[in-house]
């Protein structure tokens, strides 16, 4: 594999960048080598500097569940940019896009867009804090908000990847009101709620966790957050940027028939563009200026070109009714590729992760019985995973043109570009690649 550009390239950014990059994960510092530089995407190929090729898993971390450069989503934003980039005043696309999430999620009567997900959860508990009157707020760990300092404790993915637990730079006071709880654990909320009792102004959740590899909620577990929520007076967050509109049309709430208070967006529903969403209960949500007291504003909020990308993806999303059972079946494929191998794999629609948990011999498939009951249900279980394996793998993956997360703790996204044919050709790389190591 030619890397000369991309090596070039990494050796000037990180002279200029810090680590070389605009988001620490993009680094490639845990699977030990350094990051391609995208020259160009379509479909689900991904095209590096060097005129490498690759499947791409990664799908910009989520929001291409189309695939790259969609024909419709790319005319589309060319047409919009020739009427000029921003204008800092309304726009009818606004009005269409809110009522668009509307429609695929009736919970969300009001929405306030805004321009990444970290920007939309922040609020959305900043509104939760101003509606209830109250200070504190409980998340799980491995759980990943972006990258607010309330919110930045024991937060997942990006964190556990370069093995820093929590951020310098973060002060004692704010971290003090983020009380953490263990995902999938009802007795970790409800000590938590008890010990807090009236303070708690609302549990962060995300509904199905993706940022410790892929942890669905257990049976229930939603469900009793809903109730301890109100019984509390607390409210219910659903972080949904990563499920929004993956799972379903009407993302995790949809998926599960569980409600929540607020929900937050990003990634999807901005088509590939800069652009997240919070919204959720009327009545909430006209607690956000300049209707209501909470201070929540922003220059490029609702920017018309980004807004024309995320209406047009969740346009052919609602008209294209088989893309959720198509990406959900190609997704199974990969599922059981990775179990064939003895991996645990957690999957839940077109989201899944392979945890590379030892305990077994690869080839031998000795103490295969053992492993079987073992599950990944929280952070802690996520972090038994062994890294070095993960390594190995994501690099022969890579060698095979297949780009997963450079991470054990990210999902691997699926596609409707994602072919069957494709499909089949990542099961194998998956056989090759989890066999040849032996190291499990
Ligand atoms: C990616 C992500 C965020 C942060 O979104 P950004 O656009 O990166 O700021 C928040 N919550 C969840 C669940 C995410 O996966």
């Known amino acids: 594999m030619n890397t000369t550009k991309s090596e070039q390239l990494f050796t000037k ?45 990664v799908c910009s971390w989520g929001p291409g569940i189309l695939g790259h450069a969609h024909p419709k989503v790319i005319e589309a934003v060319q047409q919009v940019c020739a009427k000029g980039l921003t204008f800092g005043a309304p726009t009818a696309g606004e009005v269409e896009l809110a009522e668009l999430i509307g429609t695929c999620v009736p919970d969300v009567e009001m929405v306030r867009l805004v321009s990444s997900g970290t920007e939309a959860v922040m609020s959305a508990v900043r509104v939760a804090r101003g ?108 972080d949904e940027v990563i499920t929004g509109f993956r799972l379903a049309l009407g993302g995790a709430s949809e998926y599960t028939g569980v409600h929540a208070d607020l929900y937050t967006y990003g990634k999807i529903v901005g088509g590939g563009m800069p652009l997240a969403a919070y919204g959720g209960r009327r009545d909430i949500m006209s607690c956000v200026a300049p209707l209501g007291a909470v201070y929540q504003a922003g220059t490029l909020s609702g920017n018309p070109v980004a807004v ?39 999957r839940m629609g077109s989201l899944l992760s392979a945890f590379f948990i030892p305990g077994w011999d690869g080839k031998e498939g000795r103490e295969l019985e053992k492993k079987k009951e073992r599950k990944v249900e929280n952070y802690d279980d996520a972090c038994q995973c062994d890294r070095e394996a993960f390594a190995d793998y994501f690099n022969r993956m890579l060698e095979r043109g297949i780009y997963v997360a450079p991470s054990q703790f990210e999902a691997m996204f699926v596609s409707d570009a994602h072919s069957d044919e494709l499909i089949d050709k990542t099961c194998e790389a998956i056989w090759e690649s989890v066999e040849e190591h032996q190291i499990l």
């Open 13 to 57: 950014a990180q002279t200029l960048i810090p680590g070389g990059v605009n988001s620490p994960v993009r680094a490639f510092k845990a699977v030990g080598r350094h990051p391609f530089f995208v020259e160009r995407a379509q479909g689900p190929w991904i095209i590096d500097e060097d005129g490498n090729k690759y499947v791409d898993y």
């Open 308 to 346: 024309t990308a995320g209406i047009t993806t969740l346009k052919i999303l609602m008209e294209d009714t088989g893309i959720y059972e198509r990406i959900d079946r190609r997704a199974a494929k990969l599922e059981a590729a990775f179990q064939e191998k003895g991996l645990i794999v957690n």
């Open 131 to 238: 509606f209830t009157g109250r200070d504190k707020i409980i998340k799980f760990a491995g759980s990943y908000h972006g990258h607010s300092d309330g919110l930045l404790v024991k937060a997942g993915s990006g964190l556990m990847t370069q093995s820093v637990p929590d951020s310098a730079g973060v002060p004692a006071g704010y971290a003090a009101s983020t009380l953490t709880a263990v995902y999938n654990d009802e007795e970790s909320v409800r000590s938590l709620m008890e010990e807090n009792s009236g303070q708690v102004a609302a549990i962060v959740v995300e509904p199905v966790a993706a940022n410790m590899g892929v942890v669905p909620p257990k049976e229930g577990f939603l469900e009793f957050l809903r109730r301890i929520t109100k019984e509390q007076g607390s409210l219910l967050i659903f």
